[in-house]
């Protein structure tokens, strides 16, 4: 199975939105409405940010948000801050009953 | 609160099978809830799902990875356990532990995860 494919680095200023996206087939992504996305930093377990394309565990900040559009899901992070620079991933259950995560976005904040 | 801990040798030999342990505390592996899966990282580079298994003993496996890999659950003892044969040093990684959600199909816990290098 191949990762799904985000973008290798994004950045933004403090108090800016970004936007990560995360591509994959309809065999994962466009199949299932069971998109994850994790955050990581460095040195750390990944910690996970939403669930179910959109939803936010207990504890995680609501200006993390999560949308998906055919095969392509997408994680938005709102009024940026310095906490939030570190490596996201997403991951999608898939036809084959595995699990595919993507390939990892750096995210900087200037 | 839940805790998932790694534990087994950080050096294999090329060749050799890669051995991990993970024991969960603050609850139980019986939970009907749950599959519990392995994910390894490679220095520097991103997550690879290599597996999972519910607490009856159904397994599901990475296709790539599914001839080398081995997963095994042990209730009485609250723990699961990885075996990865035929290792080179493409194996060398953190490997993490982690329960996985039926529900949602998410990974809600991780352990802390433990490097194994593979050289000799």
């Known amino acids: 199975q191949s990762a799904l494919t985000q973008p290798a680095s994004v950045s933004g200023s403090p108090g800016q939105s970004i936007t990560i996206s995360c591509t994959g087939t309809s065999s994962d992504v466009g199949g299932y409405n069971y998109v994850s996305w994790y955050q990581q930093h460095p040195g750390k377990a990944p910690k996970l940010m939403i669930y179910?394309?959109?939803n936010r565990p207990s504890g995680v900040s609501n200006r993390f948000s999560g949308s998906k559009s055919g095969n392509t899901a997408s994680l938005t992070i709102s009024g940026l801050q310095a906490e939030d620079e570190a490596d996201y991933y997403c991951s999608s259950y898939t036809s084959s009953s595995s699990f595919v995560f993507g390939t990892g976005t750096k995210v900087t904040v200037l | 609160q839940l805790q998932l801990q790694e534990s087994g040798p950080g050096l294999v030999k090329p060749s050799e099978t890669l051995s991990l342990t993970c024991t969960v505390s603050?609850?139980?592996?019986?939970?009907?809830?749950?599959?519990w899966g392995w994910i390894r990282q490679p220095p520097g580079k991103g997550l690879e799902w290599i597996g999972s298994?519910?607490?009856?003993?159904?397994?599901y496996y990475n296709p790539s990875l599914k001839s080398r890999v081995t997963i095994s659950v042990d209730t009485s003892k609250n723990q699961f356990s990885l075996k990865l044969s035929s290792v080179t040093a493409a194996d060398t990684a953190v490997y993490y532990c982690?329960?996985?959600?039926?529900?949602?199909?998410?990974?809600?816990?991780w352990g802390q995860g433990t490097l194994v290098t593979v050289s000799s």
């Open positions: 179910d394309v959109s």
């Open positions: 603050g609850g139980s592996i019986s939970s009907s809830s749950y599959y």
């Open positions: 982690a329960r996985q959600t039926i529900a949602a199909r998410t990974i809600d816990y």
């Open positions: 298994i519910y607490y009856s003993g159904s397994t």
